[in-house]
């Protein structure tokens, strides 16, 4: 027991949390434009197999990170022209791109790499370490030898905040989200703040994929975001949308995996795997009416 | 009027079809493939035999009640994503049923176990449809939440409790051959569920248009504040239509286990409740429309093996065709662009 408030624990609780983290503060972002994004788990799977295909024609992991950036940006941008543009139903926008995505990548790595299912091995981006704060101590362990993922996310996260909440753009996103039309009243490029929101929550999804498949693995197999994508959006509902929330709530669904992992005790894996969703469940059915998200979201005004 | 919409409706869904035919087409050259192997092939597949189209048949039942049960709760205004929750949760309780039941006479059982099956899934759409209107929470992340609990639980009891002693998958023991679906070919998988989804799309086609429940559904999917005015329960309209729309669902689920698998397996459908929100898109939600785009859907589930076996693309290229499906069939307002670019040249 004695491991549970141990350096490797919160590392390993980090290590987990990296990739809803980035997922659910672009899901904050999408839907505080008032864009519904169910399309998270599609996007971050297109943003796996992108990292795994760009390292594998460059050679250069940083160019696979790229790669996974602008695919995942790519279907946000489509995303963002069905919902904006055509007024598609949002939910139904995003349950396709899940489909399409799932299906696509599985196409592309049977003619890529002709075997079903799973992708040759790429090499994996390299761990770094921050000369002068690695010397510190006690903290110091978390600035040697971590993926450059780490101090991305963390960068993102306080970024997001900041915007959201201290900037100008991010008190019109949030308007926008809760009254669009009185935000267009003030002359407020409504779509243009969706579009952009919309683009770069697909563009934070794929880095999030990018890192399931060329840092915690090195390779692309089918499937691999496996449920992340919404787990991701319910980090966002349970963190109120809002980047610090969407935060704390991944790093206590992480939290949770890395118990299981770290505890010797026999716990059937499907029980923890339920417990974001259970919690998520809970706190909406219970405090539904507090845990309000943006009040326009969904609705697409003609 | 109302004949001209229909045609109308129809004829996007076919455009829709046609564009996600076209694309595909596309991504496989680009790939590589030749798609009019591809697609000859997977026509062959799906009704190159007897046999085969049997297949096909058999491959559209879960598809017709899921299919169904997003139609069903889309006529009410509330937008079903819970249909793989509860065809897991259907295909458990009847699983569980039978089980229980064995060695008890064989119309008991199966009346049993599917009035079960029904009722797990009512129950998991009760929940979500009384949340929507009494806590006025979005009943597409409760029903998120709830397809992955019950997916896990499932999936818990079958790795656990019930697990088949010695079987490598986890699954439960056989419900016995005795209490199968009477197969209506012999050496295929289709079986009387088929009837039983052909039987429930007719129910729910007269339901909508005679009875006084389904008006008041309906009502309350075309304006709701209009039928609040005219003084239409809310909260009871709405616990129907998702009950109703997860005992679809549960049947799904139900069936599969009656029909094809004979046991609750991990994991087993290929996500079902999704398609089926593709099945009632492409068929605007209209019961009779729904027997052909399940169908649509089956096709290109049984021909895929096919296509995948000459062609050497990976049978998830109908994974593809069905997500651009699934895109162009809820964004009508493409297909008008098209058509109307067309028009003007």
Known sequence: MDSILSMEMLLSTLRMAIPLVLASVGGTLCERSGIINLGIEGMMLSGAFGAVYGTYISGNPWIGVLFAILVGGLFGILHAVLCIRFKTNQSVSGIGINVFVSGLTIVLTRAVWKSDGMSGQVEKLPAVSIPGLKELPVIGTLFTEQSPYLFITAGIVLGAWFFMYRTKAGLRLRAIGDHPQAAQTVGINVSLYRYVAVTFCGMLCGLAGGYLSIVQSNLFVKEMVAGRGFMALAAMILGGWNPLGALCASLVFAFAQALRISLKVEIPNQLMLMLPYFITLFVLLFFGRKVKGPQAAGNIEE | MKQKTVLHNLLLSLGAILCSLLIAAGVMLLVGYDPLEAYSALIEGAFGSKNAFANTLSKS????????????????????????????????????????????????????????????????????????????????????????????????????????????????????????????????????????????????????????????????????????????????????????????????????????????????????????IAVAVLANNHPMGILLSALLFGILEAGSMKMSYSAGISTSMVNVIQGLVILFVATPNIIRLIKRKKGES
Do not use: W
């Not at chain 2, 009346?111 to 006025?136: D, P, T």
């Not at chain 2, 939440?145 to 656990?160: A, E, G, K, R, W």
């Not at chain 2, 998988?189 to 559904?217: D, M, N, P, S």
């Open chain 2, 61 to 276: 039942i879960p598809l017709l009640f899921t299919g169904l049960a997003v139609a069903f709760a889309n006529k009410g205004g509330i937008f079903n994503i819970g249909g793989e929750g509860q065809l897991y949760a259907g295909a458990m309780a009847s699983t569980v049923t039978a089980l229980m039941m064995q060695g008890a006479p064989r119309f008991l059982v199966i009346f049993c176990s599917f009035c079960a099956g029904m009722l797990a899934g009512a129950c998991v759409g009760a929940i979500i449809g009384a949340a929507k209107i009494k806590l006025q929470v979005n009943e597409v992340v409760v029903a998120i939440m709830l397809n992955y609990i019950i997916q896990y639980f499932t999936s818990y009891i079958v790795t656990y409790p019930l697990k088949q002693e010695g079987a490598m998958t986890a699954q439960t023991v056989d419900i016995g051959a005795n209490y199968m679906l009477t197969k209506l070919i012999p050496k295929t998988q289709l079986t009387t569920a088929l009837l039983v989804a052909v039987a429930a799309a007719i129910l729910l086609f007269f339901f909508f248009k005679k009875t006084r429940a389904g008006y008041h559904i309906r009502a309350v999917g075309e304006n709701k504040s209009a039928a609040q005015a005219a003084g239409i329960p809310m909260m009871t309209t709405a616990i129907l239509t998702m009950g109703i729309s997860g005992a679809l669902a549960g049947l799904a689920g139900t069936t599969e286990v009656f029909g094809k698998m004979g046991r609750f397996i991990d994991g087993f459908s290929p996500g079902f409740g999704f398609t089926g």
